[in-house]
Every structure is written in C-alpha cells, then in structure tokens.
C-alpha cells in the first residue's frame, strides 16, 4: 500500500499571527545606498488599481518589446516634512539613539500625532551630532519625517503619519550635511525616487478579524462520518495527550489580517502630477479623486483603500536591467461597475 503524503494546512510562517501593533509599517534594513546622499524612504496612501498597456521592459520575457496589459497600483503622494535629525551609534547592546535635532517649525497637525519637545536647542544637538561623527561614534543619520493627509480629499483625517527614513549615500558627513539642508522642509516623491525604480512596499494588511481554522489556514471541513458531534469547522485532533499541551502548530482560531507584510522588487512605473491621468470616471472606489502626485506601482500592493503604504529602495534587486517603461495607455473608465 503506498505510503499516503498529506502536507499540513497553511503556512506556519508569520507566526504568531497577532494583530499589528500600529497602522504604519516598519522597516527593519535598507539598502547601502550610493551616490549623493538623500533619503531612502517615501510614503502614500493607497487609492485604487487600474490597468495599463506598457511595451513589456522585462529581459528575457517571452512578450519582451510587445504591448502587454499589466494591473497597476496607484498611490497619492503629497509632500512629507522633516521634523528631526536621529544619529544611531551601533553598541554591542543593539543600536541606541545619540541625540535628534528637532525643526524649529512643524505644522499645527503634528501635535495630533506626538508633542514636539519643549524648550529644545536645535543648536546644541546639532553641535552634539557633529562631535560624535567627529569622534566616530556615528554609524547612521535617520531623519523623522511625518505625512499631510490633511491634503488628500480622500483620507478622513488630519492626524500625520509619523516614521523614520533612512539617509542613504556618501559617507556619515555628507549624509548629515544633507539631513541639515532638508530639516523642516518639504520633501516630494521625485526626489526619493525615479520612474522604471524598484522598491520594496510595506503596509498592514486588510483586517478580517476573528477567523476560524477553516478559513485562518485552510483545513478541510470535516465530513458526515467524522463530525456526529456537530463541529464540521474544527481540527480532528488537537494533539497527542504527551506533551500535555496543545502546540503552536495546531491549526486553531484567532486574528487573520491586520498583519505587517513588506513585497520586494515592485516597479514604479511612473511618478505623476497631472491627476487626470491617472483618475477614473467618478473616482476610485471607496476613495474619490486624486488631487496630489501620485506614484503608479506594477502589480498590487498589501493594504485596503486609504491605507499607508511604505516604499524603500530594493535591498534585493533582481540581476536583470530594468529601463523606464513605455506606457502607451491608462485605463481611466469608470469603476462603478
């Protein structure tokens, strides 16, 4: 009798699959960077999908130089604003903040996120950071960076979103000279990033709340014979008696979605700021119109509608050539169904 296989159900990676903590997603590692320094980090927040006819750029495809019909991702990106400088030193007990020079000006809706810091003497952390770079105690410059959703018509809120970025290129001076000349200012999506780019997208996935192990991680529902007990949505078993406990990997109820998820290697396709190219008759769905700049991603990203989205440089960029796509139209009809 041959030897029956039967592999578990679902995945048991992203374990314990918890519900995140915060709605902005966090990046752990970026790429070296090279070049000039500037920023290695942008966000927006999700607006809608369309489609696109674009000349296939991707090397050694079968479709390579035809025109291909490619979903589309598309995401409002007004400007972000520098509130604070970070220097991190790199101890044997993980890496631990120096000092941050905060902006002498932040708009009115940053405090709805976080109080800035009261009498703060942005000359004096300044100073401070430029004697531990000089004493070699600076390992890298992260600068604090917030949103505008106050800007977009289609986010219902005021409350900025706040993260760290990472200044990237050169060498720890020129990487704080830069996190100077941009501190308070504003920042727009061109200068971080450039059509035919590949970046890494995070966010927080769509929420589903309380799941059972059917739906959660895909086991089969039990049949006439093996459910006389009335629970057809249940495990068979949850283990054996030794050890007298019940494992992690039992496939059991709990939170499904709400989950931090980053997706590498996504191509920009193009950095816009005429929104009428890119909005649908009547509006996304759940969304309206786009009145910013916007970035238009190939392929989806993670999140619902209206969510923060994240974009860092590839930190595995696949070996292969990517050239500025040529696309040829954009599908603005209408999502109404």
């Given at each position: 009798?041959?030897?029956?296989?039967?592999?578990?159900?679902?995945?048991?990676?992203?374990?314990?699959?918890?519900?995140?903590?915060?709605?902005?997603?966090?990046?752990?590692?970026?790429?070296?960077?090279?070049?000039?320094?500037?920023?290695?980090?942008?966000?927006?927040?999700?607006?809608?999908?369309?489609?696109?006819?674009?000349?296939?750029?991707?090397?050694?495809?079968?479709t390579?130089?035809?025109?291909?019909?490619?979903?589309?991702?598309?995401?409002?990106?007004?400007?972000?604003?520098?509130?604070?400088?970070?220097?991190?030193?790199?101890?044997?007990?993980?890496?631990?903040?120096?000092?941050?020079?905060?902006?002498?000006e932040?708009?009115?809706?940053?405090?709805?996120?976080?109080?800035?810091?009261?009498?703060?003497?942005?000359?004096?952390?300044?100073?401070?950071?430029?004697?531990?770079?000089?004493?070699?105690?600076?390992?890298?410059?992260?600068?604090?960076?917030?949103?505008?959703?106050?800007?977009?018509?289609?986010?219902?809120k005021?409350?900025?979103?706040?993260?760290?970025?990472?200044?990237?290129?050169?060498?720890?001076?020129?990487?704080?000279?830069?996190?100077?000349?941009?501190?308070?200012?504003?920042?727009?999506?061109?200068?971080?990033?450039?059509?035919g780019?590949?970046?890494?997208?995070?966010?927080?996935?769509?929420?589903?709340?309380?799941?059972?192990?059917?739906?959660?991680?895909?086991?089969?529902?039990?049949?006439?014979?093996?459910?006389?007990?009335?629970?057809?949505?249940?495990?068979?078993?949850?283990?054996?008696?030794?050890?007298?406990?019940?494992?992690?990997?039992?496939?059991?109820?709990?939170?499904?979605?709400?989950?931090?998820?980053?997706?590498?290697?996504?191509?920009?396709?193009?950095?816009?700021?005429?929104?009428?190219?890119?909005?649908?008759?009547?509006g996304?769905?759940?969304?309206?119109?786009?009145?910013?700049r916007?970035?238009?991603?190939?392929?989806?990203?993670?999140?619902?509608?209206?969510?923060?989205?994240?974009?860092?440089?590839?930190?595995?960029?696949?070996?292969?050539?990517?050239?500025?796509?040529?696309?040829?139209?954009?599908?603005?009809?209408?999502?109404?169904?």
């Amino acid at each position: 009798m041959p030897t029956r296989h039967r592999p578990r159900r679902g995945s048991l990676a992203f374990s314990p699959r918890k519900r995140a903590s915060k709605a902005v997603a966090r990046f752990r590692s970026w790429s070296k960077g090279d070049g000039e320094p500037k920023m290695q980090g942008f966000a927006g927040y999700k607006a809608g999908m369309t489609h696109v006819l674009m000349l296939d750029n991707q090397t050694h495809s079968i479709t390579e130089g035809m025109e291909i019909s490619v979903p589309v991702t598309i995401l409002e990106t007004p400007s972000m604003k520098i509130a604070a400088i970070r220097a991190y030193d790199n101890t044997p007990y993980g890496t631990k903040s120096i000092t941050e020079a905060w902006a002498k000006e932040l708009d009115p809706e940053f405090s709805r996120s976080s109080p800035p810091p009261k009498n703060h003497d942005i000359q004096a952390a300044l100073k401070k950071i430029e004697e531990s770079i000089s004493e070699g105690m600076v390992d890298d410059i992260f600068v604090l960076t917030y949103t505008l959703p106050a800007r977009i018509s289609g986010i219902p809120k005021k409350k900025p979103d706040v993260m760290e970025n990472r200044i990237g290129g050169g060498d720890i001076s020129a990487r704080f000279e830069y996190a100077k000349k941009i501190l308070g200012k504003e920042i727009s999506i061109s200068d971080v990033f450039k059509d035919g780019e590949l970046v890494d997208v995070a966010a927080i996935t769509k929420g589903k709340g309380t799941q059972g192990p059917v739906k959660r991680w895909g086991i089969q529902v039990r049949k006439h014979k093996h459910a006389r007990t009335g629970k057809k949505r249940h495990v068979g078993t949850l283990g054996p008696w030794h050890p007298a406990r019940i494992r992690w990997q039992v496939p059991q109820l709990g939170q499904m979605g709400y989950h931090q998820r980053t997706e590498l290697n996504k191509q920009i396709l193009r950095i816009g700021s005429d929104s009428e190219d890119v909005n649908p008759k009547g509006g996304f769905l759940k969304y309206g119109t786009i009145d910013n700049r916007f970035v238009m991603i190939k392929g989806t990203v993670p999140g619902s509608v209206k969510r923060l989205i994240r974009m860092r440089p590839a930190i595995r960029p696949p070996m292969v050539s990517k050239s500025i796509p040529e696309i040829i139209y954009i599908s603005t009809e209408s999502k109404q169904g």
